[in-house]
T-cell receptor
Framework: SQQGEEDPQALSIQEGENATMNCSYK?????LQWYRQNSGRGLVHLIL?????REKHSGRLRVTLDTSKKSSSLLITASRAADTASYFC????????????FGQGTELSVKP | KAGVTQTPRYLIKTRGQQVTLSCSPI?????VSWYQQTPGQGLQFLFE???????NKGNFPGRFSGRQFSNSRSEMNVSTLELGDSALYLC?????????????FGSGTRLTVV
């Protein structure tokens, strides 16, 4: 079964607005990663946050991690039409090598 | 530098046949993982190889197998194909395992079983 649960499943916003996606997981993690996928193509790595980190920034992306609640959020600020894609969180569990366990994803639509 | 290359991009096979998919990781990357993506089950881990050794295997039947060569290139094989094997198969690579900075994915092989 999948480790991560994401919400919302779908999100539609206007260009310039912020988009927030949430991810919850079940077991202790080594790190949590966020990926973007355009139209069933390959996944693009966005950001990785380690279990001992609480917040991380990369350009317009901000990721938070709350290990006590086993949850993470991805914030995309000032969204653009080009941000339209599916976003997935993925966890790496301790002692399971490099195995990624994905959530079911959030489909983001940014309207111009 | 070149990204992760998966071949072929598209494949149509008949039930009962077998198929081999190929993945060439980024030069210097020793870890290669495979994932299956379907609308119903989402992204599911198949297996991970590091320096020619299988480190991890997902919950897939024995019809799914893989290997990694000394140059880090990897192949996965599915025997006795079933309709449910139709999916996008993604390969990911990283220098180490687990990756310190995330994984680089290929564009995938879309397999259709008819």
């Amino acid at each position: 079964s999948q480790q991560g649960e994401e919400d919302p499943q779908a999100l539609s916003i206007q260009e310039g607005e912020n988009a927030t996606m949430n991810c919850s997981y079940k077991t202790s993690i080594n790190n949590l990663q966020w990926y973007r996928q355009n139209s069933g193509r390959g996944l693009v790595h966005l950001i990785l946050i380690r279990s001992n980190e609480r917040e991380k920034h990369s350009g317009r992306l901000r990721v938070t991690l709350d290990t006590s609640k086993k949850s993470s959020s991805l914030l995309i600020t000032a969204s653009r039409a080009a941000d339209t894609a599916s976003y997935f969180c993925a966890t790496v569990i301790y002692n399971q090598g490099g195995k990624l366990i994905f959530g079911q994803g959030t489909e983001l639509s940014v309207k111009p | 530098k070149a990204g992760v290359t998966q071949t072929p991009r598209y494949l149509i096979k008949t039930r009962g046949q077998q198929v081999t998919l190929s993945c060439s990781p980024i030069s210097g990357h020793r870890s290669v993982s495979w994932y299956q993506q379907t609308p119903g089950q989402g992204l599911q881990f198949l297996f991970e190889y590091f320096s020619e050794t299988q480190r991890n295997k997902g919950n897939f039947p024995g019809r799914f197998s893989g290997r990694q060569f000394s140059n880090s290139r990897s192949e996965m094989n599915v025997s006795t194909l079933e309709l449910g094997d139709s999916a996008l198969y993604l390969c990911a690579s990283s220098p180490v395992s687990p990756a310190n900075y995330g994984y680089t994915f290929g564009s995938g092989t879309r397999l259709t079983v008819v």
